[in-house]
C-alpha cells in the first residue's frame, strides 16, 4: 500500500466532522497539562525559599502523586458506573482550582492544597481522557490519537522547562501557575461541549471496582516509596519497607487478577505498563546525574538527552499511528526490544570510558521503543476489557505505571547509596542498567504470550 492510502486514514480519523472538536479539545487539555508537569520542577527551587518550604522541598511532587493515585481510582469508578463525562468536567475545574491556589499561596501549606487539587485534576483526567477515546474512536482508529496524545507532549518537553525559567526570573513564579489557567478555561469550554454530544451511558449490571480504602492505602504506599527513594537513610529503609507492604496489599484489589504473574491477556497488558514504564523511569531518573557526575556536563546539557527521548517517542507514536493495521501485540514486543537496547546502552554511557554523547543515541533508541509499545498498551487495554469494567482496568493501568516507576527509582537510589555514590556513580549504574534491561527483556518474553484475538 501506497504512503499516501496509509496516511488518508489518519487525516480523516483526527479531523473527519465527528472526531474533530474531540481531538482539539482533547489535545490541547493534554498539552496544558504536559507544560505545567515539565515547567513546575524549574520553578521548585524559587518558589519554595520564597515559601519558606525548603525542608520541604519534596513535598509538593509527593502530594501530586498521592491525590493523582486516588482520584485515578475514583475516576475509574466514575467512569464505569457513569461515563467519562463527570470525570472530564471534574478534572479541569479541579486543576484550574488548584492553579489558582498554587499561583496565589502565601505559604507552604497552601501551595500543597494547590498540588493535592492539580493531582485531583490530573488523575481524572488521565482516565476519562482514555475512557472519552474509547467511546469516540474504534479499535483501529485509536493508534491515531494516541499518536498525536504523544506528539502534543514533545513541545512542553522541549520548551516547557526554558519557559518555566524565563517567567519564574522575569515575572515571577506564580505565573507559571497563573498563566495557563486562561487556556486550560478553554479547554473545559470544549469538554463541555464535548461531552454534551456524547451518548447516554448505560451502566452495566456487574463489574469489578476499585475500592477507596484500597486507593488510599496504594497512595501512601508508593508516597512512601517515593519519598524513601529521594531521602535514603536507615529510617526510610523502614517507612519504605511498610510502604510496600500496604502497597502489595491494596494492589489485590486495585489491579487484574493475574498481573503480578502476566496471565495472557488483559493482565499481560497491564504488567507491561509497570515494566516498560518503570524500567524506562529508572533510566531518565539517573540518566542527567551519569551525564555530570562522569562525564562533567554542565546541567543543560546533561538534559539534553531527554530532550532527544521526547523527540524519539513522538516519533515512534507518529509511525505506529500510521500504520492502523500493525499488530499491536507485535508493536508492543518491538517496543520492549528497543528499550532493552537502550538500557544496555545506557549501562555503556555510565561508565567514564565510553562516550558521553552517546547517551543522545541511547535515548532516541529507548524513545522511538516507547512511542511505538505505550500506544499499543493502551489499543491492547481496551481490545481486552470489558466494556463496563474499562474504568477500572485504565485506572490500574496508570497505577502499574506509578508503581513501577516508584519501585525501580527507588531500586536505583538504594544501588547508588550501597555500591557507589553520587559522585561516582558508574558502578552502582552499571549494576542498575543490568537489572533495567533484564526487565525489559522480561517484557519481550511475557508479550510473545497471548490468546487469540477477541
Known sequence: MSRTVEAQPRRSVLWSREHRLVTVGLLLVVTLVAFENMGV??????????????????????????????????????????????????GPALFVAGLLVAGTAG??????????LQGFGSGFLLVAVSLLIALVFTDRER???????????????????SVSGLVTVTIG????????????????ALLI?????????????????????????????????????????????????????????????LLPTGTMTARPGLPTVVASRALLSGAYAGMEAYLPLTMTA????????????????????????????RFLDWSREASLRTG???????????????????????????????????????????VLLLRYSPEGERGYNTSAMQLADWVGSALLIGLGGVLLAVVASATQPAPAMGLFSFVLALLALTGVRITSRWPKRV
Open 107 to 116: 505559604s507552604m501549606p497552601v501551595f500543597l492544597a494547590g498540588r493535592a
Open 294 to 321: 562522569v562525564h562533567g556536563y554542565s546541567p543543560a546539557l546533561a538534559g539534553l538527552p531527554l530532550t532527544i527521548t521526547a523527540i524519539g517517542w513522538s516519533t515512534g507514536s507518529t509511525l505506529q499511528g
Open 41 to 90: 520542577a524549574t520553578a521548585m527551587p524559587t518558589l519554595v525559599a520564597e515559601l519558606h518550604g525548603l525542608a520541604l522541598y519534596s513535598w509538593p511532587f509527593t502530594t501530586f502523586l498521592v491525590a493523582s493515585v486516588v482520584a485515578t481510582v475514583l475516576s475509574g469508578r466514575i467512569g464505569d458506573r457513569r461515563g467519562p463525562a463527570p470525570a472530564l468536567l471534574a
Open 193 to 253: 461541549l464535548i461531552t454534551r454530544r456524547l451518548p447516554a451511558h448505560m451502566p452495566p449490571r456487574a463489574g469489578r471496582r476499585a475500592g477507596v480504602v484500597a486507593a488510599v492505602v496504594a497512595a501512601f504506599g508508593v508516597a512512601a516509596l517515593s519519598w524513601a527513594a529521594q531521602h535514603p537513610s536507615p529510617l526510610a529503609i523502614a517507612y519504605g519497607a511498610g510502604g510496600l507492604v500496604a502497597l502489595a496489599v491494596a494492589l489485590r484489589r
Open 143 to 161: 493508534p491515531v490519537i494516541y499518536a498525536a496524545n504523544a506528539a502534543a507532549w514533545v513541545l512542553p518537553a522541549v520548551v516547557g522547562p
Open 336 to 378: 520492549f526490544a528497543l528499550v532493552a537496547v537502550s538500557l544496555v546502552g545506557f549501562g555503556f554511557v555510565a561508565q567514564s570510558w565510553f562516550p558521553g554523547w552517546m547517551a543522545c543515541v541511547v535515548c532516541a533508541i529507548g524513545g522511538a521503543g516507547m512511542g511505538v509499545a505505550m500506544p499499543a498498551i493502551s
Open 173 to 188: 513564579w506564580r505565573w507559571v501557575f497563573l498563566g495557563l489557567v486562561p487556556l486550560v478555561a478553554v479547554g473545559f
